[in-house]
């Protein structure tokens, strides 16, 4: 079992930034890729970014691209989320997600391990 902890949530103003961290512990961090994920209310959850164990690749969706930036701390067993310019669209649930192999993926059920997640909400 690898257990995730997300912190670093909270509440901004539009056009802000916050940074989410994810520490793992349990079985070894290494090898694996990582991705963040986010759900808001009454929707479905939906791929944020994901990073490959290395840290060399990285993949983002669209609706973050060039606001967001994944990076990880495989020392520290850690991953985080910069998020800049924060939108009222990008309120939700942000969770935490790791693989069992290294290469990178957006699927939602490539992910064997989650989080609890924890709330960011970003008022206009």
């Known amino acids: 079992q690898v257990q995730l902890a997300e912190s670093g949530g909270g509440l901004v103003q539009a056009g802000g930034s916050l940074r989410l961290s994810c520490a793992a512990s349990?079985?070894?961090?290494?090898?694996?890729?990582m991705g963040w994920f986010r759900q808001a209310p009454a929707k479905e959850r939906e791929f944020v970014a994901t990073i490959s164990w290395s840290g060399r690749t990285t993949t983002y969706a669209d609706s973050v691209k060039g606001r967001f930036t994944i990076s990880r701390y495989n020392a520290g067993n850690t991953v985080y989320l910069q998020m800049n310019s924060l939108k009222p669209e990008d309120t939700a649930v942000y969770y935490c997600?790791?693989?069992?192999?290294?290469?990178?993926?957006?699927?939602?059920?490539?992910?064997?391990?989650w989080g609890q997640g924890t709330q960011v909400t970003v008022s206009s």
């Open positions: 997600a790791a693989r069992d192999v290294a290469t990178e993926s957006r699927e939602r059920n490539a992910y064997i391990y």
């Open positions: 349990g079985r070894t961090f290494s090898n694996r890729a």
